[in-house]
């Protein structure tokens, strides 16, 4: 759209803020000037000259009741059972399989539809920490499935650049895009023609960790006003002895909670960790509005039909994690191999059926998923029931600091980045140092958006 010479291609600034902070540029915004795109769910409509937009689809959370776990349960094996169905077609399928809960789920369930193992593909990682080959050995054993693994190498990552910049039309941040690459590449190379994804479990079945956290600040107001700010709230403040434990938690505690949802959610985004004059040129922040990003957040959470907390959270991950994030992500690293995804968790009948479920049924306590996991316990091994949600994460800040290309390209890209005049040097330069003496993998999240940003705009032309 933007190659026609009736809207050209010239750089929105707040496109780049945008995704700063969301790392990538979430709708209905794009990278350009004078484009949009449409919301998930939504349909334009054009009538002889008039545009309107409207959502044709929207997540309906309207409570149920509690059917009890039996009734609940044998719905949702139907429905499972009925969405993995409906991706297989006369193509030859394939599943990743990441040794998660929802990667898993689907290659058990794949199995059993199609009588006989499935050809699964895993991404391993030589960096202490982020590997969980092991998990996805114990469920390819679980269901007898042929397993397929491919050990990343810090190479891999400075190949896949130039595929991940060419095949998105606009930047984008994910960096798990490129074991998501290789893993596609794999399946391809064996002749599968379509893969299956677990992607969605967390967004409609309560997965994701930070449900379970806020559930811990919005519990603060259980607590009667009168106490809250009559008691508690003096007392965490209280002069010279706040910053001595515990008062210091406490303090941290209440500060945090009266941070309302959804604004919360963000309190550890790096915009936030450190001043805007800090991170960005004076020039480039006077172009762009910073609380536009928080507006985003709170049109969405405030679009649920629903006023439970965590199912309002979980509508915003539908929209910024789900639509925005993962399922491009998945989508085009599929694509640029050559094969089609597919996503079984997101089959009509399955979401249509979670967003009824009882909140409690998705976080109990501060149980994540506790109605997913124990509706599949006889499907999946106890060690991935138990096991601690990690997914295809990728160690590329310990890598960009020990191999000596990708540190050479990381370099060469935040060099290039800060004669745009948009973000500071000495920004760069403080997150590098970190990076390289403190913590890799942490401030290895921002070097590498602010580095695929560049490398995207040059591979543009920009």
């Known amino acids: 759209v933007a190659c026609h010479p009736a809207v050209g291609r010239q750089i929105d ?22 484009v949009e795109k449409l919301l998930p769910g939504e349909v334009l409509s054009y009538d002889r000259g008039a545009v309107t937009r409207r959502f044709y689809w929207a997540m309906d959370y309207t409570p149920e009741g509690d059917r009890g776990f039996p009734a609940f349960r044998k719905d949702f094996r139907e429905h499972l059972t009925t969405g993995v169905k409906h991706s297989l077609d006369s193509t030859r399928a394939g599943a990743f399989l990441s040794g998660g809960t929802d990667s898993s789920t689907v290659v058990g369930t794949l199995t059993a539809v199609q009588g006989h193992p499935a050809e699964t593909f895993s991404i391993g990682f030589d960096a202490e920490g982020f590997d969980e080959m092991e998990y996805a050995r114990i469920a390819a054993h679980r269901f007898a499935s042929h397993s397929h693994e491919y050990y990343l190498k810090p190479a891999d990552i400075v190949s896949a ?11 984008f941040g994910n960096d798990s895009a490129v074991p998501a690459y290789f893993c596609a590449k794999l399946a391809r190379e064996r002749g599968i023609e379509v893969m299956l994804a677990g992607d969605g479990g967390d967004e409609i079945f309560g997965g994701n960790a930070r449900y379970a956290k806020q559930k811990v600040f919005e519990a603060y107001f259980h607590i009667p006003a009168f106490l809250r700010q009559g008691l508690i709230e003096p007392l965490a403040h209280l002069r010279g002895l706040s910053d001595h434990l515990p008062l210091r938690k406490l303090k941290s505690y209440v500060d945090q909670a009266n941070v309302r949802l959804p604004d919360r959610l963000e309190a550890y985004n790096f915009l936030h960790r450190s001043p805007l004059s800090d991170i960005f040129e004076q ?19 405030e679009r649920t039909n629903h006023a439970d907390p965590v199912k309002r959270m979980m509508h915003i991950d539908l929209k910024f994690t789900l639509a925005d994030n993962d399922l491009r992500k998945v989508v085009t690293m599929c694509e640029a191999a050559g094969i089609e995804a597919r996503f079984p968790l997101l ?32 499907l999946l091994p106890e060690q991935i029931i138990n096991k601690t949600k990690h997914g295809f994460g990728l160690p590329f800040g310990p890598w960009s600091v020990s191999h000596g290309p990708l540190r050479e390209l990381v370099g060469d890209g935040l060099s290039a980045l800060t004669r745009r005049g948009w973000v500071r ?5 403080h997150i590098l140092h970190h990076q390289r003496n403190t913590h890799a993998s942490y401030y290895g999240i921002m070097i590498w958006v602010a580095m695929i940003l560049e490398q995207w705009l040059e591979a543009h032309n920009q």
């Open 13 to 34: 600034l707040q496109s780049i803020y945008d995704f700063f902070y969301f790392h990538v540029v979430p709708s209905p915004g794009t990278v350009y000037q004078r």
């Open 161 to 171: 650049i130039p595929v991940i910049t060419a095949q998105y039309d606009e930047p």
């Open 283 to 301: 020039d480039f922040l006077a172009t762009v509005d910073p609380s536009a990003t928080a507006r985003q957040l709170r049109a969405v959470y």
């Open 347 to 378: 089959d009509d009948g399955l979401v249509n059926f979670s967003g009824h479920l009882p909140p409690e049924y998705l976080v109990k306590g501060l149980k994540l998923r506790w109605f997913f996991k124990e509706a599949l316990r006889d």
């Open 425 to 429: 040097r000495t920004y760069l330069d």
